[in-house]
């Protein structure tokens, strides 16, 4: 019987920390309960815009894939508008966990992405950015807490 549970355990981590396979498609908009809009890419690769909010008043926060050297966390770039003009621009890293792997005989120190949440409008928008199989990010928009 403890086997069979340690196996199942065993699948039930690999789901939670492993890539999702790629999205073909984006996902809907979703809208908030303040008016505020999010839309996520179905992808984004280095370069990329992953998701965009816009706000009640028209302003919009977009969130940038800048990449992620190897053994290291990714980079986003996160930048409000205000007609047309920029606003705030900021960068942060995503998640990720501290491990040890082996590269040609050599065990070096890396970081492994971590599913990333981002907060934003007063707390009534959460991002989550999450990694796919074949490298590359993408979000899904929830209703955030505003307590």
């Not at 073909?24 to 979703?30: E, L, N, R, S, Y």
Request: net charge negative; with cysteine.
């Amino acid at each position: 019987m403890t086997r069979s549970f340690a196996a199942l355990f065993a699948a039930a981590a690999m789901l939670i920390c492993a890539p999702v396979l790629a999205r073909t498609a984006a996902p809907p908009d979703i809208q908030f309960s303040d008016g505020a809009v999010g839309s996520a890419a179905a992808e984004c690769g280095t370069g990329d815009l992953c998701a965009s909010l816009t706000l009640p008043g028209g302003d919009t926060i977009d969130v940038y894939n800048s990449g992620a050297g190897e053994c290291q966390a990714f980079t986003l770039e996160i930048v409000r508008m205000h007609a047309g003009s920029e606003l705030f621009h900021s960068q942060m890293q995503t998640a990720d966990r501290h491990v040890t792997v082996e590269h040609k005989g050599k065990s070096i120190d890396c970081y492994q992405f971590e599913n990333t949440f981002l907060t934003f409008d007063g707390g009534h928008a959460r991002l989550g950015l999450f990694l796919s199989s074949d490298g590359s990010l993408f979000g899904e928009w929830s209703p955030g807490s505003t307590h």
